[in-house]
Nanobody, 127 residues
């Protein structure tokens, strides 16, 4: 079955960096668009970044533009989220998600557009 496993979360001071990874199995990874979402306590899950199946197109939430970078390595069946200049407001559980999308460079940004989800990894930014 499809599995998405996130890693790389942790505790970091404001201004610091973290690199999240999402390892995929059970699917043809290169045919799937990948997304990162986050959810803070008491809040709804929100879009962070997404990348097309080829890596040729990416989209970001306004709150993370210029600080976060999404990437993928289809040879390693993995997606990544490089997070720099972290702020306490970035504290959340981060989830990766996948949806089939090999027919276009469309980048889904809504939670209900994705078919598969990981269990999440916690990122905590202290002030």
């Amino acid at each position: 079955q499809v599995q998405l496993v996130e890693s790389g979360g942790g505790l970091v001071q404001a201004g610091g960096s973290l690199r999240l990874s999402c390892a995929a199995s059970g699917l043809t990874f290169s045919s799937y668009a990948m997304g990162w979402f986050r959810q803070a306590p008491g809040k709804e899950r929100e879009f962070v970044a997404a990348i097309s199946w080829s890596g040729g197109r990416a989209d970001y939430a306004e709150s993370v533009k210029g600080r976060f970078t999404i990437s993928r390595d289809n040879a390693k069946n993995s997606a990544y989220l490089e997070m720099n200049s972290l702020e306490p407001e970035d504290t959340a559980a981060y989830y990766c998600a996948a949806v089939a999308g090999f027919w276009s460079e469309y980048v889904p940004v809504k939670t209900d557009e994705y078919d598969y989800w990981g269990q999440g990894t916690q990122a905590t930014v202290s002030s």
